[in-house]
């Protein structure tokens, strides 16, 4: 199989991430993440193993559903102390020459106005390397604090996201016209006035009626992500996201995702290959097998187990303190993230999960899988998991942070490289043009691009999914 495969680095401006505990192991740095030389330092390797982007994830909130308080996630820093993920990237990206970055940010939180001008802002100074993951929000405690009474409903959250995206894509898209920016010094024209539109945008959530304050930036658009995994969230994936972000724990689960989104861009009349699917991953990686399954064993005398009970619970919605550490787990439907209650249920259907596995299997990596091995070993389970689910990729999270991802560059790439399913140079240009190979912008049928003339647009403003 010649098929080439993406990878991303996973990480969050906080102290352990998906490996509750571990921050404990004395080679472990990420409790250096208020420094920017840990940042930059870190891109660096990326960059050097040709990794195509740093994908930092973000929560605004405390993940305090487990015992009800927020006790266990700041004893456990399970995501918490958590700083802004934005302010790491122009740093990173002035040092690096080609490593994407994506931000997560959430649409609940912020408005979509003075959001997307951060957002041009970033692809300016990022010289378009920056990428958006579109998230709507899960914990109830983010919401609180921002004054609202109580986190929005599951599928409420899509309504409001679609009304969201339509004002980005008016602002970024089709405020400003090709050509409207001249700085013609001898007739002291910046800016042609007719060529700068108000978005007149009157939505279901949002009324937007100026122009963006932001000139085009090299990508207008940043690189679309997204997360979602429930039936709501995977066809608003199909309608805008580029790339994918799923923690799908076996090949079967996975193979179904993949599927389900790839139909859904079918739907919404885009390619359904022009959506790149990454999984979450969790690779340990050592010379030989053997060396692999020490440090592996090492690594999990590190796992907090109130820790990773913290961390489902607040992406469960449910309170996993309630239960016995032999107690089997039980579907329950909630507001969080849906897709996560649903998944041990969906690993192995014969199976009966107590809460002591589910986590076990969290420890280290969070939901998505784990492979232990040496070079070959890991690139074998890799290619064979793409070939078997047709996922582009992967989000590799660590477990000792920087020496995952030091062993992915250092042992795993030059595997993959050599059975010529890996890069060995960067493609020129923007995030986008790396990633797929076209041009610095959205292309058609994306619905990013019906926003680009205004004047001919015809309402509703919501897109239509």
């Excluded at 405390?62 to 399970?78: F, I, K, M, P, Q």
């Excluded at 658009?221 to 309608?239: E, H, I, M």
């Excluded at 690594?299 to 820790?307: K, M, P, T």
Aim: with cysteine.
């Amino acid at each position: 199989m010649t098929r080439e495969i993406r990878l991303n680095a996973f990480d969050m401006n906080c102290v352990g991430h998906q490996s509750p505990g571990l921050w404990r192991h004395p080679r472990d740095k990420s409790a250096n993440y208020k420094d920017l030389d840990y940042w930059v330092n870190l891109a660096k390797t990326l960059e050097r193993g040709k990794i195509d982007g740093l994908f930092i994830a973000d929560v605004l909130g405390v993940y305090d559903v487990y015992g009800g308080n927020t006790e266990s996630a700041l004893r456990n820093s399970a995501q918490v102390p958590v700083n802004d993920p934005l302010q790491l990237i122009p740093t990173m990206a002035h040092l690096t020459e080609n490593l994407g970055f994506g931000l997560t940010a959430s649409l609940s939180f912020e408005h979509p106005y003075t959001f997307a001008r951060r957002l041009s802002t970033l692809d300016h100074l990022t010289k378009g390397r920056v990428g958006w993951n579109i998230v709507t929000s899960y914990l109830n405690s983010g919401a609180l604090n921002i004054g609202m009474p109580a986190q929005t409903r599951h599928d409420d959250r899509y309504d409001l996201a679609e009304d969201y995206l339509a004002v980005c894509y008016k602002l970024w898209e089709g405020s400003w016209e090709e050509g409207a920016v001249v700085r013609d010094r001898e007739a002291g024209i910046f800016t042609h006035p007719d060529k700068v539109h108000p978005i007149r945008h009157d939505g279901p959530f949002f009324k937007v009626p100026g122009i963006h304050l932001s000139e085009p930036s090299p990508q207008r658009t940043p690189v679309l992500y997204q997360a979602g995994a429930s039936s709501r969230g995977k066809d608003f994936a199909g309608a805008n996201a580029e790339c994918v972000f799923v923690a799908a724990p076996s090949k079967a689960v996975l193979k179904k995702y993949v599927s389900n989104v790839r139909e859904a861009a079918a739907r919404a009349g885009r390619n359904p290959r022009d959506v790149l699917v990454f999984n979450l991953q969790t690779v340990i990686v050592g010379e030989t097998d053997a060396e692999a399954k020490r440090k592996f064993d090492e690594y999990r005398r590190y796992v907090s187990y109130e820790g990773a009970l913290t961390l489902i619970s607040g992406w469960t919605g449910i309170d996993f303190s309630q239960f016995q550490p032999d107690e089997v787990l039980r579907h329950r439907k909630t507001d969080a993230v849906q897709s996560a209650v649903e998944t041990f249920t969906t690993i192995d259907p014969g199976k009966e999960w107590t809460v002591r596995e589910m986590a076990e299997w969290v420890g280290i990596g969070g939901f998505g899988p784990l492979f232990v091995g040496s070079p070959e070993t890991v690139a074998d389970l890799l290619q064979e998991w793409v070939e078997d689910t047709d996922v582009d990729g992967f989000n590799l999270a660590y477990a000792v942070t920087p020496e995952t991802f030091e062993d992915v560059v250092d042992l795993l790439v030059p595997e993959l490289q050599k059975r010529g399913v890996f890069k060995t140079e960067y493609r020129p240009g923007t995030l986008r043009e790396k990633l797929f190979g076209k041009g610095p912008r959205l292309a058609a049928p994306h619905p990013g691009t019906r926003y680009r003339d205004l004047a001919a647009l015809a309402e509703p403003a919501v897109l239509n999914l």
